[in-house]
């Protein structure tokens, strides 16, 4: 009947996905596993990650390999979609995990995927190394013993305009309008940094706005702010609420003396969506091939070469993360999981990101710096000693 | 509350917006009033638009205006086949399958528009596209003023073709009562095609002039899905000046929304309006009851 | 619907009697299906852990497939919310364990009522629209609730919220989502093959003619309404257990509402295996093509509108060659 045949055919389907999980898997290499957004809203960092991730097992495999236990071994890398969907993270990882034997994990992007990811790794003691997820929220989740990110902190983000604009001496009417999403880190830098710091620095708030990440209308907060006459603008939105509230704002005629676009203006598709609009934006950023750490540069002349597209910082904390982590597994010398986990508490090396060491809470900081979009090009603008190109200041009026 | 020129500004605009949004629910509104298509995948044939004309201006430097009716010609002619292949099959039986059917070609445009464009967030680059526009105390974006008047001209044209041709008079008698229609001479299957064609050349034209006013990426067209919805429903269903009254109703209380409440609670407050338009009086607030 | 039951083609083969059907699903709701679970039940320890995972996976889907089936393709509800269930019931075990410790056994199902509860809530105001606008209004529905959960602070707003206790293993896992399995079949059983599946249809096929000759469509709706919704919660409440943290896009996601809705049309909408069979076959499918995303997305649509186009009745209506008799239950 009907349903025996159905209960059967579900009787042998579990029986055969259990037959074909225990098919031994190549004994003779070293399984790591990575679910990244290759779909969905945040596919854009999927890909970078996706690049960074593979370039770097791809060079160790070119090189040898790892030793384990003596032998010279492979490393395979599992990469998963995840589809934006923090329910795949962690369904993704327990697969990685249980079907394709992966010894430790590498992590997705942004808070909410990459926490439902590690919480997994955490509860299966499976070593995890994270590369974008800002540290506070990653820190606010619980005491983490195998989840790693190295990241940037929120405060010095936040606090790096200020910074700058003390330490450049930018004369503004010190008036600040804070717009920021109400994400996780939106929150926290729109919610608190931003409004801390402003006070402490002698600014006055003059408008704080929160909205969610999903709304494409900016018209009513833009006005608002022109009316307040703001001269410093400070945002936190993604790309494609940057790009729109920056053409409404020209289209309200505000042009304020300084404007920050965290998040939203990072990308190399915000100034193309833009165009001359993006002149002048600044945003905070942790990475340039100029830098000069190991192997800065000619990561992002590879990344272009290899890609046809223009490099992101994504690409550096990708692949420096799935360095550490190769370099702790090498360090160990076994897929034993705990050793694992011991020798990238250890880690103490400067890679393409700078360099790395973790903390007590499990987190290494990236010092970050300002970057300014100039004719299509993002220049770091500040600390002077980073700073590969003049700032632009005020805003440029958009005509 | 914020100051007077805030709030005439926001209003104006709202106006203005609304206007695009009625054009973009046109598309449905037919559809949905001719062949009870409840077309899930009108999102997408949005998006399609926007990225039709993105690539019209990088290759051929046509500027997003002068090449709208291109670009609406175009998803006609693309959408006639689809018509034909997926939906015409399923005449007849029932709703369920059409609006799943449009359902999986959803899904896979928004895949292909994916692989094929990356999820880049892209936005169609014209002089007009963020130019503030001055009248008194009222400031408005540029584009929204020439997306209002685009608009309501193909409202006008569309409604001008519903109700002074041939082709619109089998259009109504063919909503009406198909079965009566065909045993009358009118070609329903035609009709059908053609008027499916009509709704996505509408939703691809009002998708250039999103994308020009704002930004798109393969994703975007979910959320106009439901505005549009909503503005159908509002507006009654095939009833097209009720679709303009109605989308222009609906930019004015979302831009309400927007200043009482905040800019992030406007798609909520369309969709609240949207409920208690379904529960109080579903068949729409237009008055008139005529198709 | 009535007229192929009424039209008379030449049956080749004998038919079995109503009676004999009745006594074969009987015999498989409760003696056959109980023994399968649990046979599974037992074997569960011995699985590995991929298998857990995928079953669990798998018995979700199943559950929330069999309550969407029960809504849309008995009760001709074609409902878009289905994440808005999925959501309280995720929300509602992390609110209650978080701030009331209520232990998991417990938490679950008062998830599951929560959910009943929003049904409850909206049922008036969501009944009065048929058709067309029942659909559309579900889908607003849906999407209100997210925005307003994004939006509203108290409950986490964008961040979410974390369960503070760890959740139970993943064996402790797979046997409540047996369970909860268990309970689904049991409702849809006792839904399917009692005089209250007789009523529902008569609703779904024509609510005024059922209302003139006594059936009454509101209470009937609204009992497979808070079945279903109840069921929902129930399995948006484990699979919030499962990952520890909620959030609004991933607990009020369109998504949910998505495979759900797929798997359904896939096996097949009003058909008592449909659930089953679909979940199987997108479990599979996704598990297959784990390694191609790409290509998994692009072939879980063009097999949505195959199946529509030329199986309308989904997978298990392929298997079906026998016409039903008269009035025989499935």
Same mark, same amino acid.
């Given at each position: 009947?009907?349903?025996?045949?159905?209960?059967?055919?579900?009787?042998?389907?579990?029986?055969?996905?259990?037959?074909?999980?225990?098919?031994?898997?190549?004994?003779?290499?070293?399984?790591?596993?990575?679910?990244?957004?290759?779909?969905?809203?945040?596919?854009?960092?999927?890909?970078?990650?996706?690049?960074?991730?593979?370039?770097?097992?791809?060079?160790?495999?070119?090189?040898?390999?790892?030793?384990?236990?003596?032998?010279?071994?492979?490393?395979?890398?599992?990469?998963?979609?995840?589809?934006?969907?923090?329910?795949?993270?962690?369904?993704?990882?327990?697969?990685?995990?249980?079907?394709?034997?992966?010894?430790?994990?590498?992590?997705?992007?942004?808070?909410?995927?990459?926490?439902?990811?590690?919480?997994?790794?955490?509860?299966?003691?499976?070593?995890?190394?994270?590369?974008?997820?800002?540290?506070?929220?990653?820190?606010?989740?619980?005491?983490?013993?195998?989840?790693?990110?190295?990241?940037?902190?929120?405060?010095?983000?936040?606090?790096?305009?200020?910074?700058?604009?003390?330490?450049?001496?930018?004369?503004?009417?010190?008036?600040?309008?804070?717009?920021?999403?109400?994400?996780?880190?939106?929150?926290?830098?729109?919610?608190?940094?931003?409004?801390?710091?402003?006070?402490?620095?002698?600014?006055?708030?003059?408008?704080?706005?929160?909205?969610?990440?999903?709304?494409?209308?900016?018209?009513?907060?833009?006005?608002?702010?022109?009316?307040?006459?703001?001269?410093?603008?400070?945002?936190?939105?993604?790309?494609?609420?940057?790009?729109?509230?920056?053409?409404?704002?020209?289209?309200?005629?505000?042009?304020?003396?300084?404007?920050?676009?965290?998040?939203?203006?990072?990308?190399?598709?915000?100034?193309?969506?833009?165009?001359?609009?993006?002149?002048?934006?600044?945003?905070?950023?942790?990475?340039?091939?100029?830098?000069?750490?190991?192997?800065?540069?000619?990561?992002?002349?590879?990344?272009?070469?290899?890609?046809?597209?223009?490099?992101?910082?994504?690409?550096?904390?990708?692949?420096?993360?799935?360095?550490?982590?190769?370099?702790?597994?090498?360090?160990?010398?076994?897929?034993?999981?705990?050793?694992?986990?011991?020798?990238?508490?250890?880690?103490?090396?400067?890679?393409?990101?700078?360099?790395?060491?973790?903390?007590?809470?499990?987190?290494?900081?990236?010092?970050?710096?300002?970057?300014?979009?100039?004719?299509?090009?993002?220049?770091?603008?500040?600390?002077?000693?980073?700073?590969?190109?003049?700032?632009?200041?005020?805003?440029?009026?958009?005509? | 509350?914020?100051?007077?020129?805030?709030?005439?500004?926001?209003?104006?605009?709202?106006?203005?917006?609304?206007?695009?949004?009625?054009?973009?629910?046109?598309?449905?509104?037919?559809?949905?009033?001719?062949?009870?298509?409840?077309?899930?995948?009108?999102?997408?044939?949005?998006?399609?638009?926007?990225?039709?004309?993105?690539?019209?201006?990088?290759?051929?430097?046509?500027?997003?205006?002068?090449?709208?009716?291109?670009?609406?010609?175009?998803?006609?002619?693309?959408?006639?086949?689809?018509?034909?292949?997926?939906?015409?099959?399923?005449?007849?039986?029932?709703?369920?399958?059409?609006?799943?059917?449009?359902?999986?070609?959803?899904?896979?445009?928004?895949?292909?528009?994916?692989?094929?464009?990356?999820?880049?967030?892209?936005?169609?680059?014209?002089?007009?596209?963020?130019?503030?526009?001055?009248?008194?105390?009222?400031?408005?974006?540029?584009?929204?003023?020439?997306?209002?008047?685009?608009?309501?001209?193909?409202?006008?044209?569309?409604?001008?073709?519903?109700?002074?041709?041939?082709?619109?008079?089998?259009?109504?008698?063919?909503? #009406?009562?198909?079965?009566?229609?065909?045993?009358?001479?009118?070609?329903?299957?035609?009709?059908?095609?053609?008027?499916?064609?009509?709704?996505?050349?509408?939703?691809?034209?009002?998708?250039?002039?999103?994308?020009?006013?704002?930004?798109?990426?393969?994703?975007?067209?979910?959320?106009?899905?439901?505005?549009?919805?909503?503005?159908?429903?509002?507006?009654?269903?095939?009833?097209?000046?009720?679709?303009?009254? #109605?989308?222009?109703?609906?930019?004015?209380?979302?831009?309400?929304?927007?200043?009482?409440?905040?800019?992030?609670?406007?798609?909520?407050?369309?969709?609240?309006?949207?409920?208690?338009?379904?529960?109080?009086?579903?068949?729409?607030?237009?008055?008139?009851?005529?198709? | 619907?009535?007229?192929?039951?009424?039209?008379?083609?030449?049956?080749?083969?004998?038919?079995?009697?109503?009676?004999?059907?009745?006594?074969?699903?009987?015999?498989?709701?409760?003696?056959?299906?109980?023994?399968?679970?649990?046979?599974?039940?037992?074997?569960?320890?011995?699985?590995?852990?991929?298998?857990?995972?995928?079953?669990?996976?798998?018995?979700?889907?199943?559950?929330?497939?069999?309550?969407?089936?029960?809504?849309?393709?008995?009760?001709?509800?074609?409902?878009?919310?289905?994440?808005?269930?999925?959501?309280?019931?995720?929300?509602?075990?992390?609110?209650?364990?978080?701030?009331?410790?209520?232990?998991?056994?417990?938490?679950?199902?008062?998830?599951?009522?929560?959910?009943?509860?929003?049904?409850?809530?909206?049922?008036?105001?969501?009944?009065?629209?048929?058709?067309?606008?029942?659909?559309?209004?579900?889908?607003?529905?849906?999407?209100?609730?997210?925005?307003?959960?994004?939006?509203?602070?108290?409950?986490?707003?964008?961040?979410?919220?974390?369960?503070?206790?760890?959740?139970?293993?993943?064996?402790?896992?797979?046997?409540?989502?047996?369970?909860?399995?268990?309970?689904?079949?049991?409702?849809?059983?006792?839904?399917?093959?009692?005089?209250?599946?007789?009523?529902?249809?008569?609703?779904?096929?024509?609510?005024?003619?059922?209302?003139?000759?006594?059936?009454?469509?509101?209470?009937?709706?609204?009992?497979?309404?808070?079945?279903?919704?109840?069921?929902?919660?129930?399995?948006?409440?484990?699979?919030?257990?499962?990952?520890?943290?909620?959030?609004?896009?991933?607990?009020?996601?369109?998504?949910?509402?998505?495979?759900?809705?797929?798997?359904?049309?896939?096996?097949?909408?009003?058909?008592?295996?449909?659930?089953?069979?679909?979940?199987?076959?997108?479990?599979?499918?996704?598990?297959?093509?784990?390694?191609?995303?790409?290509?998994?997305?692009?072939?879980?649509?063009?097999?949505?509108?195959?199946?529509?186009?030329?199986?309308?009745?989904?997978?298990?209506?392929?298997?079906?060659?026998?016409?039903?008799?008269?009035?025989?239950?499935?």
């Amino acid at each position: 009947m009907k349903q025996i045949y159905n209960a059967t055919l579900k009787a042998l389907s579990i029986g055969v996905l259990v037959g074909a999980a225990n098919a031994a898997m190549a004994a003779d290499e070293v399984v790591i596993g990575a679910s990244i957004p290759l779909s969905g809203p945040l596919a854009g960092f999927g890909l970078y990650q996706k690049w960074g991730y593979e370039t770097a097992v791809n060079d160790l495999n070119k090189a040898g390999g790892l030793t384990i236990d003596g032998k010279k071994v492979p490393v395979k890398l599992v990469i998963r979609d995840d589809k934006t969907d923090p329910s795949v993270t962690a369904s993704n990882t327990e697969t990685l995990i249980s079907r394709d034997k992966a010894v430790a994990m590498l992590g997705s992007c942004t808070p909410a995927l990459v926490n439902a990811g590690a919480l997994v790794a955490e509860r299966r003691k499976v070593p995890l190394v994270a590369g974008c997820d800002p540290l506070q929220a990653f820190k606010s989740v619980r005491k983490w013993q195998y989840a790693w990110v190295m990241f940037f902190d929120e405060t010095d983000l936040a606090t790096a305009p200020f910074r700058m604009m003390k330490d450049l001496n930018l004369q503004t009417n010190r008036k600040v309008a804070i717009l920021a999403d109400n994400g996780p880190d939106g929150a926290l830098v729109g919610g608190k940094i931003w409004p801390e710091t402003a006070k402490a620095e002698g600014y006055t708030v003059v408008q704080n706005t929160s909205f969610p990440v999903d709304s494409q209308q900016f018209t009513s907060m833009v006005a608002e702010a022109k009316s307040n006459g703001a001269d410093v603008v400070l945002v936190d939105a993604i790309p494609p609420q940057a790009i729109a509230m920056r053409k409404q704002m020209a289209s309200a005629g505000f042009t304020p003396k300084i404007l920050v676009m965290e998040k939203g203006a990072e990308p190399e598709f915000f100034a193309k969506a833009t165009g001359k609009l993006a002149n002048g934006v600044l945003v905070g950023g942790y990475w340039d091939p100029s830098f000069p750490y190991p192997g800065a540069a000619d990561l992002g002349k590879r990344f272009e070469t290899e890609t046809r597209q223009t490099q992101s910082q994504h690409i550096a904390d990708s692949h420096a993360a799935a360095q550490v982590l190769l370099d702790a597994i090498a360090a160990a010398g076994t897929t034993d999981r705990e050793k694992i986990n011991a020798a990238i508490a250890k880690t103490n090396k400067s890679y393409v990101i700078g360099p790395v060491k973790f903390d007590a809470s499990n987190t290494s900081a990236i010092p970050i710096t300002v970057m300014q979009w100039q004719d299509g090009k993002a220049v770091v603008v500040w600390p002077k000693d980073r700073a590969n190109g003049k700032l632009l200041f005020p805003l440029p009026e958009s005509k | 509350m914020p100051n007077f020129d805030v709030v005439v500004s926001s209003m104006a605009s709202g106006f203005l917006l609304g206007g695009i949004l009625a054009l973009i629910a046109l598309g449905l509104s037919i559809s949905l009033g001719v062949m009870r298509l409840v077309n899930l995948a009108h999102g997408e044939l949005l998006v399609c638009g926007a990225y039709l004309s993105y690539f019209l201006l990088s290759h051929a430097g046509i500027d997003p205006l002068v090449g709208l009716l291109l670009v609406g010609a175009i998803m006609a002619v693309i959408a006639l086949p689809f018509q034909r292949l997926l939906i015409a099959p399923l005449a007849g039986k029932g709703m369920e399958a059409p609006m799943m059917t449009m359902f999986g070609v959803s899904i896979i445009l928004q895949n292909l528009l994916l692989l094929a464009f990356s999820a880049d967030t892209r936005a169609i680059e014209a002089p007009y596209a963020a130019r503030p526009l001055s009248i008194g105390p009222i400031t408005v974006s540029e584009i929204y003023v020439i997306g209002f008047v685009v608009s309501v001209l193909l409202v006008g044209c569309v409604h001008l073709l519903v109700t002074r041709t041939a082709f619109g008079r089998e259009l109504r008698a063919s909503s #009406a009562d198909a079965t009566a229609a065909a045993v009358m001479g009118v070609d329903v299957k035609r009709v059908h095609a053609l008027t499916f064609a009509l709704g996505s050349a509408c939703a691809a034209m009002g998708g250039v002039l999103i994308g020009t006013a704002f930004s798109f990426t393969p994703g975007t067209g979910a959320t106009y899905l439901l505005i549009s919805f909503a503005i159908v429903v509002l507006g009654g269903i095939g009833n097209i000046f009720g679709t303009l009254m #109605a989308g222009i109703a609906m930019g004015l209380l979302q831009s309400l929304g927007a200043v009482v409440l905040g800019d992030g609670y406007r798609d909520l407050v369309g969709l609240v309006l949207f409920l208690l338009a379904l529960a109080l009086r579903p068949q729409g607030i237009a008055m008139s009851g005529g198709r | 619907m009535l007229t192929s039951q009424l039209s008379h083609p030449s049956h080749p083969e004998p038919l079995p009697s109503p009676l004999e059907l009745a006594n074969m699903s009987r015999f498989c709701a409760y003696l056959f299906l109980p023994a399968c679970l649990l046979a599974l039940a037992v074997i569960a320890p011995a699985m590995s852990d991929y298998a857990l995972e995928i079953g669990f996976r798998l018995l979700l889907l199943i559950t929330l497939a069999e309550a969407w089936n029960l809504l849309a393709g008995y009760g001709g509800l074609v409902s878009l919310g289905t994440a808005s269930f999925v959501g309280i019931g995720a929300y509602a075990l992390t609110g209650l364990v978080n701030q009331a410790d209520v232990p998991f056994f417990l938490a679950i199902p008062a998830a599951g009522l929560a959910a009943a509860l929003l049904a409850l809530t909206v049922s008036r105001a969501v009944f009065r629209l048929r058709g067309l606008y029942f659909t559309v209004g579900t889908l607003a529905l849906a999407e209100a609730l997210r925005m307003f959960m994004v939006n509203y602070s108290g409950f986490g707003g964008a961040s979410g919220l974390f369960l503070s206790v760890d959740p139970p293993g993943l064996l402790e896992l797979f046997w409540t989502a047996l369970a909860i399995f268990a309970v689904t079949s049991l409702a849809m059983t006792v839904a399917t093959s009692s005089r209250f599946s007789i009523l529902l249809r008569a609703v779904r096929d024509d609510e005024d003619a059922a209302a003139q000759i006594g059936v009454r469509p509101f209470r009937i709706k609204l009992i497979a309404f808070l079945v279903a919704s109840f069921l929902m919660g129930m399995a948006g409440a484990l699979q919030g257990l499962k990952v520890g943290a909620v959030e609004p896009y991933g607990m009020f996601g369109i998504q949910w509402t998505v495979n759900v809705l797929s798997i359904v049309i896939i096996g097949g909408q009003g058909l008592r295996a449909g659930p089953i069979v679909g979940a199987l076959f997108v479990v599979l499918l996704s598990e297959l093509l784990a390694d191609y995303p790409a290509l998994h997305l692009a072939i879980t649509g063009v097999i949505l509108i195959v199946v529509i186009r030329f199986a309308p009745k989904g997978l298990v209506g392929l298997f079906q060659r026998r016409p039903r008799a008269a009035g025989g239950v499935q």
